[in-house]
């Protein structure tokens, strides 16, 4: 069996509830836990013994999750190796199925227990909301239908880090392909570019299956649960209860019509530097004025320096969590074939500890990678001292805030990776990026919307609506000859598949992180200590509360939009282009 990056990690504090030998992988074992938890909640007689239950909860809760975490972690590490899928997908098939219906159990139970209204209101305000909802939305019948899902979704995970191509008489990942893009010799990059698209659009079938039966089921969930379709399920069960549908439409008009002209723009000046009548997809990563790609660093653990430098400039108290990180072996940053696609950071639930991992190969996209999840860690570290498991893991569209802003902050001291016109070219190249992000975040998230409240669509009906979406959301870029690669472009987003819905948050955070970063120019130390104020409340705050401590104002419409796009375009004016 293929082990953990990590060793023995020190325990937060020693177990109260859950018996220190109990094998996690057994429900057997499990099982007794819910049976007491759920006798004692009719034996609370003060709301001191209910809250004193809820920590008990918490802590089964957080067992559970980093025995999950653990195995995910061994599977994305290792995504050839059998007996690691295999002790993933026991948990998922045995494990999970089990424990919900358990854990809505203990939930149904706190919602109708007769001291939950006598509990001090402020601190249990976002507890007692979210519990509500899961009740209100919970059906047995879905638990199998989850399952089916996380199967179908870990499927495509399987298939999309299996894709290699060769290249230069060498096998190479998709993610190794990445680098050709930013090479100035434009034939080169076209090469490169197509291998890449024809490799994905052979398995374009398997792809398009995979999502068909995803759609159904999420339908179908959402049916059962009463709702008239996955859309509003979602941001139902999502807890958004801050923002509606509207306001994501409302923050794609506004991308529309804020970003669109100032994302035109950078792409009329990339055209003219590099001499082309037409920029076609090969051309978008590449430097305009022909240097080769910026080359942060070559091994690994020159990242992992060079960051730490960063943070030791940046804050002590980031500094110091990142150190700890590095001591306790919390980083799988290098890519090789057999680890999954992409980044993530886990939180290590009952250690309150977090685990980064990366497919890192010397770009400059790993740096701010790397400040990218180094933001969700210290979340993590900064909310450990709570001991509700749900406080513990805050909503999505602030956590993106944490790491983004990190990204923005980090930014502005790369000297670690180079001499001061190449920072200043990576930092060019970060904010012109977020402008394209925020345009890529309106299309992924419109096409969600699209297809989730159009359950009857055909594949040929879904590839016409995305390419709909591009000609709002995708600039000036000439796609002749390539229209199935551009139909299907959407295959390469691994949230589409896995994780529904959840992408407009990227675009609420980076307003939120582009406002982190417009205080700390004027403030800097006073903009940190807002932000990891902001940080410390992990979830126990709603989302415009979470936003005021950071310094920032929760909305997404133009009026927001608007200056945050010209701060961006004063910062790009005021950068030197050469
Ligand atoms: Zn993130």
Known sequence: MPTLPFGPLPPYQPRRFVPSSADLGSWPEIAPLFDALAARSAQCATTADLERWLVDWSELSAVLDEESTRRYITMTCHTDDAEAEAAYLHFVEQLDPQA??????????????PLRPHLPAERYRVFDRDTRIQVEIFRPENVALETEDAKLSQQYQKLTGSLTVQFRDQERTLIQMGLYLEEPDRALRQEAWELVANRRLREAPAFEDIFGRLVQLRGQMARQAGFVDYRDYMFRKMGRHDYSPADCETFHAAVEAEVMPALRALQAERRRRLSVDVLRPW?????????????????????????QSIFDALDPDLASGFRRMQELHLLDLANRKGKAPGGYQSNLSEARLAFIFMNAVGQQRDVETILHEAGHAFHALASRGEDLFAYRNPPIEFCEVASMSMELLGNEWLEPFYAFPEAQRARRAHLENILTILAWIATVDAFQHWVYTHPNHTRTDRAGAWVALLQRFGGDVDWTGYEPARAYLWHRQLHIFTHPFY????????????????????????????????????????????????????????????PLVRLLLDELTSLPVN
């Open 283 to 307: 051309d978008l990563a590449t430097d305009p004025q022909g240097r080769p790609p910026l080359r942060p660093f070559s091994h690994v653990d020159q990242m992992v320096a060079g960051t």
């Open 100 to 113: 919900k219906p358990r854990q809505f159990d203990l939930a149904r139970r706190f919602v109708a227990h």
């Open 503 to 562: 992408y407009i948050e990227y675009g609420i955070a980076q307003l939120g992180a582009l406002q982190v970063w417009a205080n700390a120019r004027r403030d800097r130390p006073g903009a940190l200590r807002n932000y990891k104020a902001a940080l410390a409340l992990g979830g126990s705050r709603p989302l415009p509360e979470l936003f005021a401590a950071a310094g920032c104002a929760f909305d997404f419409s133009r009026k927001t939009i608007a």
